[in-house]
């Protein structure tokens, strides 16, 4: 391959766009592969990092907004305002 057509640069926005051509089951793997000119194993990489990444998002997101919650149970929430407390249907 001469320098003229060398393959884009696989940056960030590239491997997720590869990341996720990949995710169907009928994907020709190796069709893609050769399209974004990476080996098997640079996928897998690629997989690996894609998920960790997706999972220390919705760990740090979920954790954030179930203390609020926690502590709006609590009472000890931040703001000065009082949540009015929950009645039965019946209770009204």
Do not use: C, F
């Not at 997989?47 to 926690?70: D, Q």
């Amino acid at each position: 391959m001469s320098k003229s057509e060398r393959r884009p640069r696989l940056t960030a926005a590239r491997k997720l766009e590869l990341y996720l051509a990949t995710r169907s089951a009928d994907a020709p793997l190796g069709e893609i592969l050769r399209q974004y000119g990476v080996h098997l194993d640079d996928l897998r990489a690629i997989e690996r990092v894609v998920e960790s990444s997706a999972l220390a998002g919705l760990k740090a997101h979920l954790g954030t907004g179930a203390s609020r919650r926690i502590s709006r149970r609590n009472g000890s929430s931040n703001s000065n305002k009082s949540w009015p407390k929950r009645r039965a249907p019946w209770q009204s």
